[in-house]
């Protein structure tokens, strides 16, 4: 038996949602976290989220020597740049450091708000 979840999706900044406090399990981020500002949207789900929660942050890449497609589309993107050169988006174009994909920094930011590293 499929056990129905009904989920309310709500159009709101990450910075300051106006949602209750101590109230979510869980928080999600997914390809988004390098355009939040990411002190205050940690500080608000610190508001939020139950004494036992979890904040989940994924992203994705690509590898372009492993897949012609991905090549080929990095390629397009590129003619399409001022100067032919491919950047990180958001604030990971400022990091100097990466850590499994992520700005390095911001493992030590959830780290200092409280939220501990589960799996990579």
């Not at 940690?42 to 897949?67: H, P, W």
């Not at 958001?90 to 590293?117: M, Q, R, T, Y």
């Amino acid at each position: 038996m499929i056990k129905k979840i009904d989920i309310t999706y709500i159009n709101a900044p990450a910075e300051k949602t106006n949602l209750p406090d101590k109230t979510f399990d869980v928080f999600t981020a997914v390809q988004a976290w390098h355009w939040f500002d990411r002190l205050k949207t940690v500080t608000e789900i610190k508001r939020m989220i139950k004494e036992k929660g979890y904040l989940v942050v994924m992203d994705s890449g690509f590898i372009s020597n492993e897949s012609r497609v991905v090549y080929e589309t990095l390629n397009i993107i590129k003619r399409f740049t001022s100067d032919r050169i491919l950047r990180s988006a958001g604030s990971k174009a400022e990091a100097k450091e990466f850590k499994n994909g992520f700005p390095s920094s911001w493992f030590n930011e959830w780290k200092k708000a409280g939220f501990h590293l589960i799996d990579s």
